[in-house]
């Protein structure tokens, strides 16, 4: 299976997206230590795993 996304580099909202979308790799990242660094304070470990499930996100599903 394929996926192609196509972005107007030359419509800024389409240029922002496509910022996003080639950053999405690094939050994802970011946001699963978030959740799981033990050095992080538990409360913001509930906090930003309650947003992810609240948001579907699902890291066994991401990082397979």
Known sequence: ????LRFDLTDEVDAQK????CKADDMAYV???LCEDKDVPVKVRKVASEWCSDNNIDF????T
Do not use: D, G, P, S
Request: without cysteine; charged residues 25%.
């Open 18 to 21: 496509f910022r996003r979308y």
């Open 60 to 63: 066994n599903e991401i990082y």
């Open 31 to 33: 946001l699963l230590h």
């Open 1 to 4: 299976m394929k996926a192609v």
